[in-house]
């Protein structure tokens, strides 16, 4: 099985999040990328590498991008950011280059 590890910009959206249905439908994608890792779509250019799933939820469209990183003991898939579509790019790229 794959194991999920959440990074603290997704864990802090999740946390503020009020509609809790939203929350559950953000663990249910969060499961089906665990279960499937290629399940998103792989970015090039400045997210080389990064794999982006979307949904729609009330009208509004959500991003989660994650890493797949394969480990001797099975693959690790770190979901590094979650959020609406709007701006979403920039602030995964700036969130990424912070962390180099």
Do not use: C, W
């Not at 503020?16 to 499961?31: A, M, S």
């Not at 982006?52 to 890493?67: K, L, N, W």
Request: glycine content about 8%.
């Amino acid at each position: 099985m794959n194991e999920i590890k959440l990074m603290p910009p997704v864990e802090r959206y999740i946390k503020k999040l009020k509609d809790k249905k939203l929350v559950q439908r953000f663990r249910e994608e969060i499961e089906m990328i665990r279960d499937n890792p290629e399940i998103g779509q792989v970015k090039r250019g400045d997210l080389n590498g990064v794999y982006v799933r979307g949904f729609r939820y009330q009208r509004v469209e959500y991003r989660i991008a994650y890493r797949i990183r394969v480990e001797a003991d099975g693959s690790l898939t770190i979901v590094i950011m979650i959020g609406v579509h709007e701006n979403f790019y920039e602030e995964l790229k700036n969130y990424i280059r912070g962390q180099k």
